[in-house]
């Protein structure tokens, strides 16, 4: 909501986000692109309290994602079709027995989701399709790692390219602090930025 500042018929800047951006940081002025919320008490924790072999299961989870990603960033449409299905698969390894009440709930809630992006990437006919299916799973794993967190072992670190489908913007996660965009490839490899480290 725009309080003060414009009034009713006043032109504003729709495009050139990004030639904007680079001039305010050219003067040395913060980012338009990353503006840095202050942390809190409960950053980087997560919401339920689960057993460590749960945590363990996720991890198949998270690095199928991963394996999808790799494959994206590398143009491989054929490899991260196959790494959607494998993901699938994994999902039926996740015991869910130590659950219980909103744990558990959550929890199904995130499995009935993923299992539906999956179909929906393995069922993609061209890499573009599969990178918007990925785009709705990354949202999915995010809430994951949020809510559940993952074994000690296991880093996660959530990136966003605002460029991603027509400057719509898209985030995606990954286990290097080196960017490898899945969205572009190996047009712009780079295109991006560190949003937050959710597991580290």
Not at 135 to 151: M, P, V, Y
Request: overall charge negative.
């Amino acid at each position: 909501i725009v309080k003060s500042g414009l009034k009713a018929g006043e032109l504003v800047v729709t495009n050139g986000n990004f030639k904007i951006d680079s001039s305010l940081q050219i003067q040395a002025r913060p980012s338009m692109m990353s503006v840095e919320e202050p942390p809190t008490e409960t950053e980087n924790e997560s919401k339920f309290n689960v057993d460590a072999n749960f945590l363990k299961q996720l991890n198949m989870i998270y690095n199928s994602y991963f394996a999808i990603h790799k494959a994206l960033a590398d143009d491989d449409f054929k490899e991260a079709v196959a790494k959607t299905k494998y993901l699938g698969a994994m999902l039926s390894h996740v015991s869910s027995g130590s659950l219980e009440g909103n744990s558990l709930q959550a929890w199904e809630k995130i499995e009935w989701e993923i299992r539906e992006m999956v179909k929906q990437g393995t069922e993609s006919g061209d890499i573009n399709s599969l990178r918007e299916a990925f785009s709705s799973l990354s949202s999915i794993i995010d809430e994951l790692a949020e809510q559940f967190g993952a074994s000690k072992k296991m880093t996660i670190i959530k990136f966003k390219c605002p460029m991603a489908f027509n400057n719509k913007g898209a985030q995606w996660l990954q286990q290097s602090d080196k960017i490898a965009n899945p969205y572009f490839g190996k047009v712009m490899p780079g295109c991006g930025e560190k949003v937050e480290d959710i597991v580290k």
